[in-house]
């Protein structure tokens, strides 16, 4: 009698399942990529576990015995749930693209043009995470990325998209008063936004030695969309990207408060992993975001 604890190995059952179901532990142990001998073995040791013969075996063939076709309709129709359950995530993996991403980029450039990609990819179903950290790309939870660097990260295939650039930027009301920004000798009365970083590398760009006091600075939000949405309700003069926030400018909420474009030297890349690179849903979401982002170089070709 089998008990309880001795539950029969995974490998017993799997071995007597294919031999079952295909009548012939020579075509099992081709279906499982072994050896008839190790077929026969498992089978025998499943059926001295359990006390019980599963199997008649003749000279040429192998047939059930009434306690065998008990045990087979089980396991047969387990496997065949199994094997269904794998097919239905392959066909899931094939169709869901999870996608990481900064939260300006993702909010301010991505989000608004996603609509143009389900037209395009209506079969494709998008998981979009927002997140400041680079999230890791080898565990299979993302399958793509959008990043913010020089595009050398192992183990992953870098698609250039456009640089990254940032200029002053205020609301129209505040054109005026933002003139003196690259007067060192004028003392500011519109507070900056911003990255403090970003204002010096532009500061420098343009020439200037202005050394901004801390008390230049309006707040200190944790996102450049965040420091966007401040520049437009007129708070202070934003240091941001004219090719992401681009709608503010043409919509006239936001005017550039000098000419001059700066950078960091860095760009926005579209990246996954180099094992996966040509899975269809990776290749057409990177064809689909290569062409919005020639859209919207060619767009803001005046900053570039």
């Not at 050896?35 to 073995?41: E, G, K, L």
């Not at 065998?68 to 387990?78: C, F, T």
């Not at 609509?115 to 299979?140: Q, T």
């Not at 020089?150 to 870098?158: K, T």
């Amino acid at each position: 009698m089998l008990g309880t604890g001795r539950f029969p190995s995974l490998s017993a059952i799997r071995a007597f399942e294919a031999a079952a179901r295909l009548g012939s532990f020579a075509k099992a142990a081709e279906e499982l990529d072994t050896t008839a001998a190790s077929v026969s073995y498992h089978v025998r040791r499943l059926e001295t576990q359990i006390g019980v013969p599963l199997f008649v075996r003749s000279a040429n063939r192998v047939s059930l015995t009434v306690p065998g076709e008990i045990v087979a309709r089980e396991a047969i129709g387990a496997f065949a749930a199994l094997r269904a359950s794998f097919v239905r995530a392959a066909d899931a993996d094939r169709s869901h693209l999870s996608l990481t991403t900064l939260p300006s980029l993702g909010t301010s450039w991505l989000m608004p043009r996603l609509g143009r990609f389900r037209e395009r990819y209506p079969e494709l179903e998008l998981e979009l995470d927002l997140s400041v950290e680079a999230k890791d790309l080898a565990g299979g939870r993302f399958d793509a990325a959008i990043r913010n660097g020089h595009g050398d990260w192992p183990g992953l295939q870098a698609t250039a998209l456009f640089p990254s650039v940032f200029v002053p930027l205020c609301a129209p009301a505040l054109a005026l008063a933002a003139r003196g920004l690259t007067d060192p000798a004028r003392v500011l009365d519109v507070p900056l936004i911003g990255r403090r970083d970003w204002w010096a590398l532009w500061f420098a760009a343009v020439g200037c030695e202005r050394n901004a006091p801390a008390g230049s600075f309006a707040m200190q939000l944790p996102a450049e969309y965040l420091d966007i949405s401040a520049a437009v309700a007129g708070q202070g003069i934003a240091i941001g990207s004219p090719i992401l926030f681009r709608h503010e400018i043409e919509s006239g909420r936001l005017v550039p408060a000098h000419e001059r474009v700066a950078g960091d030297g860095r760009a926005f890349w579209f990246v996954a992993p180099a094992a996966r690179r040509h899975q269809a849903k990776i290749a057409r979401f990177r064809e689909w975001i290569g062409d919005e982002a020639a859209v919207a170089r060619e767009a803001a070709r005046t900053y570039l």
